[in-house]
């Protein structure tokens, strides 16, 4: 069964840190290109990550550039979303997903295969 389970959301103050995890099950994740997204409440789904199979290439939404860091571990078959200096507006549901061609984009359509999230909140 095909399948990507997220992990390490939480609730930490502003200015703190967080790493997600996205492991997969089923499929090898090394032949896929990997996102991280994100929807707050009463928004639409929306890019923050991605990095590609091929040649690791990684890419960012401008609102998180300097404080995500994506990396994969193909040993583990998991894609790792670290995030550095988080601001309230970084409050949402996180989900990770799968994209079967080598490539990756922050568009939602692109992908595959996709997990049930974790929410992350940021407050005091």
Sequence with gaps: QVQLVESGGGLVQPGGSLRLSCAASGFTLDYYGVGWFR???????????CITS???????????????TISRDNAKNTVYL????????DTAV????????????????????????TQVTVSS
Excluded at 39 to 49: I, L, N
Excluded at 54 to 68: I, M, Q
Excluded at 82 to 89: A, G, R, T, Y
Excluded at 95 to 113: K, M
């Design 82 to 89: 670290q995030m550095n200096s988080l601001k309230p507006e």
């Design 39 to 49: 929807q707050a409440p009463g928004k639409e789904r929306e890019g923050v990550s």
């Design 94 to 117: 996180y989900y990770c997903a799968a994209d079967g061609s080598n490539y990756c984009s922050l568009y939602v359509n692109s992908y595959d295969y996709w997990g049930q999230g």
């Design 54 to 68: 091929n040649d690791g290439s990684t890419y960012y939404a401008d609102s998180v550039k300097g404080r995500f």
